[in-house]
DNA sequence: GCCGTTTTCGGCCCGACTGTTTTCAGTCG
């Protein structure tokens, strides 16, 4: 049972309790919900140590509730609860606009109880008859019901931010200052909306401007909301520049962050709010976001680590690490080039990779017998190692590695000879087959490559596809102490739809004593850039600059690569 | 249901927008 599964029966929970009008117990669930979801800790660890009432929000009662869960694999209270909602509660609370109070209502004088139900009831009129609903009412109901159909869910971040930096850009000329904040911001995986703070001298300007990207859901005097026609929903807001700091912070969130800021501002006297942190009318902080932390006693916190997941209690006291930045890297370690499945040349690459100022480039075409992706033989893998000396010639600025991506073999061992590994500087190994193994069989299999003497980097370690794919089960704590034992170094992979390990695993392997690299695995030039995204996941995992491994000097970096230091010694 | 250098009882983040009703409840983020 992961973490996410409990939060979600904790959310179910908080849903029937508020649609019943219970008071209070709905966001005691939802923020032990929310806690959990955010936890680097797999609960069923704290769990083990008896230690469940230690996390926040999580009192006597939830701690029985989550043991009943990891124990039985079911929650008899919530079995209780949903028979006293006979409806799909769930369903008909996913249209926009319909909310615990509603769906109640609905239920109770027109016994609606599902989504057709719901869209019969609005089509035959049945709806604006009632008290507190109306006529529009009806007709958004319909409209969203619609909606829902088509509904894209969360989306890539990696799709996200070229449109929020497009929106942004377009709009810039109009406004005093212009950023996109939210989950966004905080370079999460996934995105569930885009939000964009603004101010300016013309808010009824850059609203205009705003309007024509999509359809106007909501305009009010502050705020908009347009939806794109992929379904996606942007917000846009604006604020006086003496709010822009606190309405930055505040829209950047996560809410569960915000919640806990808001809790220290009124401990301390102040109140917090996206116009600023007051002490009574007067206000102390607000331009700046940074003056928001200070004056509340705080480190600043970088939007990356914004997750309630430890970020306060550091910034309290002063411990917070510092971040790997964008600039840290000093080169890219996994490159593929037309030599195997890549769009560009080797000199393309490399004249690419060295105007973006890298010191060293690794090209790892994939090797071996694996039947897709154009894979190199030893014949061919020789050649390009020629062309590469040849290339290097021309690029005395940056350093060329020879490297390979090689298969993982369903029995652990590489899909090229140790007699061909030997000659390269840099080995990758991944799995692209049996994803379906028995989870033991699969550790084994990746240990077992793990330990081959000539194995650098275990690329895109979990094997899962955002939104796609799950991870193939594996015992991941064995793989951190075979990194460790074997320095064979876990990658997060910047690929968007990979970000693999993620924020939460690199969290973990980091925690336990692995350094790790952030690559590209570019398939052409333009992929070069999407760094960003796996710099992104290792500042959400709360690694500094020495945790990743292609921050350093290419000398050091050859030492880490021929296995001459130990892994703690580095 | 949780939590406490104001409290073991009595609070619980805060504000915008919409639609309904006519001063506010519900929903959303």
């Given amino acids: 049972m992961r973490n996410y599964e409990i939060a979600q029966i904790l959310y179910q929970i908080a849903d029937i309790l508020e649609i019943l009008k219970v008071e209070w117990k709905p966001n005691a669930y939802r923020k032990a919900a929310r ?188 705020k908009c909301t347009i939806r794109l026609n992929t379904g996606f929903h942007v917000d846009l807001r604006i604020v006086k520049p003496e709010s822009f700091g606190s309405a930055l912070q505040y829209f950047t969130g996560s809410q569960t962050h915000n919640i806990a800021l808001r809790r220290i501002a009124i401990s301390k006297g102040y109140k917090l709010s996206e116009y600023g942190l007051f002490s009574g009318a007067k206000q102390t902080a607000g331009s700046y976001e940074k003056d928001v932390y200070t004056k509340l006693g705080l480190q600043y916190i970088e939007p990356e680590l914004r997750e309630n997941a430890g970020e306060i209690e550091h910034a309290l006291k002063n411990t917070l690490p510092e971040l790997v930045s964008y600039n840290d890297i000093k080169g890219d370690m996994q490159v593929h080039t037309n030599w195997s499945d890549g769009e560009n040349t080797v000199q393309e690459m490399v004249k690419a990779a060295a105007a973006m100022k890298y010191k060293y480039i690794a090209v790892t075409d994939h090797a071996g017998n694996l039947k897709i992706a154009n894979a190199m033989n030893e014949t061919r893998l020789k050649k390009q190692a020629k062309e590469i000396e040849k290339i290097q010639k021309k690029f005395p600025q940056i350093k060329i590695l020879k490297g390979a991506e090689v298969e993982i073999l369903k029995n652990g061992s590489l899909g090229v000879k140790n007699s061909v590994l030997k000659e390269l500087d840099v080995v990758i190994g991944a799995v692209h087959s049996y994803f379906k193994m028995p989870e033991k069989e699969m550790t084994q299999r990746i240990v077992n490559a793990m330990s081959n003497e000539y194995i650098n980097i275990l690329a895109h370690p979990t094997g899962r596809k955002i939104m796609q794919k799950l991870p193939y089960g594996f015992d991941f704590e064995k793989i951190i102490e075979a990194s460790k034992k074997y320095s064979v170094f876990m990658e997060i992979n910047s690929w968007p739809e990979r970000l693999d390990l993620s924020d939460i695993n690199a969290r973990k392997a980091m925690e336990r004593g692995c350094r790790l690299f952030v690559n590209t695995d570019s398939h052409s030039v333009q992929n070069l850039n999407l760094i960003r995204f796996g710099i992104a996941q290792a500042r959400r995992a709360w690694a500094e600059k020495k945790d990743i491994l292609n921050t350093l000097d290419y000398e050091k970096l050859v030492r880490v690569l021929k296995k001459t230091s130990p892994h703690s010694k580095l």
Avoid: W
């Fill in 35 to 222: 806690t959990i979801e955010a936890m680097p800790e797999d609960v069923y660890e704290i769990y083990k140590k008896n230690e469940l009432e230690k996390i926040p929000g999580v009192g006597i009662h939830i701690a029985g509730k989550i043991k009943e869960i990891l124990e039985t694999g079911s929650l008899k209270y919530l079995d209780k609860l949903k028979k006293e909602t006979p409806f799909d509660y769930e369903g008909l609370m996913s249209i926009e606009g319909m909310g615990p109070k509603k769906v109640m209502a609905l239920y109770q004088k027109l016994k609606i109880k599902t989504l057709k139900d719901l869209e019969k009831a609005a089509k035959h009129h049945k709806i604006r008859e009632l008290f507190g609903f109306g006529e529009k009412t009806e007709e958004s109901i319909l409209k969203n019901i619609e909606l829902a159909r088509t509904k894209k869910k969360r989306i890539l971040l990696g799709t996200a931010l070229p449109i929020a930096e497009e929106i942004v850009s377009g709009l810039k000329k109009y406004c005093i200052d212009i950023k996109y904040a939210g989950s966004l911001r905080r370079m999460k995986e996934t995105i569930g909306d885009i939000d964009i703070l603004a101010c300016s001298e013309n808010p009824e300007k850059v609203f205009e401007e705003f309007s024509k990207s999509g359809e106007v859901i909501v305009k009010g005097s502050t």
